[in-house]
């Protein structure tokens, strides 16, 4: 069955510091990736997607993610965390079919001044 | 442009009752997709509908329905609710037209459900 692994179930980085949200998909042909970010209380915010073409995709807040079809890898990255990127962070894989996205368990992200 | 509308923002209710959530997708949008998010088991598909029909349908009980009308608003209902449908419900809209870029969802800020 279609699934998404996110193996890191929280994370600390120090404000400043770079940022790796590690993401594998389990779907066989190209998938469509999506990584959503949380705020507490609050809904999903999308952040980037990869469909196809070039595999370093960038999205918003300073943050990119690469798509690796060896690897089968989603990771998110950013070059230097803010304090208020402090939320959790969801990888989703759209290719269930008719919009129904199948999530990673997701990354609870501290940032340390 | 505005974006996804979902109503209550929290609900209270005791075992045995239904509800009714409502979502309202971004203008243009025909597509409205319902993920329950819990501590336990993360966020989960509960089905999607366009255009007045249901597409998809996650693995939960039909205690769980939804429909759509004419105009892509949403609703789900659950009834005879059991302590364990506490959740965060979240609504999602896109284009829903088969192609990359059309499926992308975006998401409301969802409802509170609480069973006591």
């Known amino acids: 069955a279609q699934s998404v692994t996110q193996p890191d179930i929280h994370i600390t980085v120090s404000e400043g510091a770079s940022l790796e949200l590690r993401c594998n998909y389990s779907?066989?042909?190209?998938?469509?990736l999506f990584w959503y970010v949380q705020s507490p209380g609050q809904g999903l915010q999308l952040l980037l997607k990869?469909?196809?073409?070039?595999?370093l995709v960038q999205g918003i807040k300073g943050f990119e993610a690469e798509f690796k079809r060896s690897q089968s890898s989603f990771n998110l990255r950013k070059p230097s965390v803010h304090w208020s990127d402090a939320a959790e962070y969801f990888c989703?894989?759209?290719?269930?079919?008719?919009?129904?996205?199948?999530f990673g368990a997701g990354t609870r992200l501290a940032v340390h001044p | 442009k505005a974006g996804v509308t979902q109503t209550p923002r929290y609900l209270i209710k005791t075992r045995g009752q239904q509800v009714t959530l409502s979502c309202s997708p971004i203008?243009?949008?025909?597509?409205v997709s319902w993920y329950q998010q819990t501590p336990g088991q993360g966020l989960q598909f509960l089905f999607e509908?366009?255009?007045?029909?249901?597409?998809n349908k996650g693995n939960f009980p039909g205690r769980f329905s939804g429909r759509q009308f004419s105009n892509s608003r949403s609703e789900m209902n659950v009834s005879t609710l059991e302590l364990g449908d506490s959740a965060l419900y979240l609504c999602?809209?896109?284009?829903?037209?088969?192609?990359?870029?059309?499926?992308?969802?975006?998401f409301g800020a969802g409802t509170r459900l609480s069973v006591l």
């Open positions: 990869y469909f196809s073409g070039d595999t």
């Open positions: 779907y066989g042909a190209t998938p469509y």
């Open positions: 989703a894989d759209l290719s269930g079919g008719y919009n129904k996205l199948i």
């Open positions: 999602a809209s896109s284009l829903g037209l088969a192609g990359g870029l059309r499926n992308i969802q975006y």
């Open positions: 203008s243009g949008h025909r597509s």
């Open positions: 509908y366009f255009s007045e029909t249901q597409r």
